[in-house]
């Protein structure tokens, strides 16, 4: 099965700025999640998609953090205006096909973000 | 809630040696377990998972972890490490029902000495 692709690889912005990262996860499936991995920690869950909808986003900071699906395909997140502690590798995940009951999940090899 | 603790953010070891990188869980429920490796600036990729059947699970490169419910841990190891073991290793556990959401331990970071 095709990974999962996501873009930008890296981005470098100042603070306030925007920032917007896009991922395409392993096709035709209904669920995805973003990750927030900050140097020396391990990722932490943002968001959850299930098709369209959102399953959880109680980690998101809903302040400055958007997320979308259209279409319960490709998903976007933005970051708006970012702060120098959002600097981090953000990264979408599916689960596998092969063990989608399990919470096992493929990622994608990762946005990272420097925010100056 | 689900969480996992991995003992040891840096683990040194010569090359030939053992690798041992420790991980304890909690959760309420019997949980799923993975080990993820992180290379420099690559995703991440499964190791192995323990998903309830057998409590020895063997992975990709060589690396095994055993499920101790008594001692609520998932230890990974490798009987010979090799330099490109060098990475970093996350431990995650699953949540349970519809959510099934994988929640990370801070990582371990392995360097392999020639």
């Known amino acids: 099965e095709a990974g999962v692709a996501q873009s930008p690889r890296y981005k470098i912005i100042e603070k306030r700025q925007s920032v917007a990262f896009w991922c395409n996860p392993i096709s035709g499936h209904a669920t995805l999640y973003w990750y927030q991995q900050i140097l020396g920690q391990g990722p932490k869950l943002l968001i959850q998609f299930q098709n369209n909808g959102v399953v959880d986003d109680s980690q998101l900071p809903k302040d400055r953090f958007s997320a979308e699906r259209l279409k319960g395909v490709d998903s976007t997140l933005k970051i708006q205006p970012a702060k120098l502690e959002d600097s981090a590798v953000y990264l979408c995940?599916?689960?596998?096909?092969?063990?989608?009951?399990?919470?096992?999940?493929?990622f994608g090899e990762g946005s990272r973000l420097t925010v100056l | 809630a689900q969480s996992v603790t991995q003992l040891g953010s840096h683990v040194s070891v010569s090359e030939g040696a053992l690798v041992l990188l420790r991980c304890n869980y909690s959760?309420?429920?019997?949980?799923?377990l993975f080990w993820y490796v992180q290379y420099p600036n690559q995703g991440l990729q499964l190791l192995l998972k323990?998903?309830?059947?057998?409590?020895l699970v063997k992975g990709i490169n060589g690396f095994e972890a055993e499920f101790k419910k008594s001692e609520t841990s998932f230890h990974l190891t490798k009987p010979s490490a090799h330099m490109s073991d060098a990475a970093e290793y996350f431990c995650?556990?699953?949540?349970?029902?519809?959510?099934?959401?994988?929640?990370f331990g801070s990582g371990t970071q392995l360097t392999v000495l020639p």
């Open positions: 995940a599916s689960p596998t096909r092969a063990a989608s009951n399990t919470g096992e999940l493929f």
């Open positions: 959760s309420s429920v019997p949980p799923y």
């Open positions: 323990y998903t309830s059947a057998a409590t």
């Open positions: 995650a556990v699953s949540g349970t029902g519809s959510a099934r959401q994988l929640t």
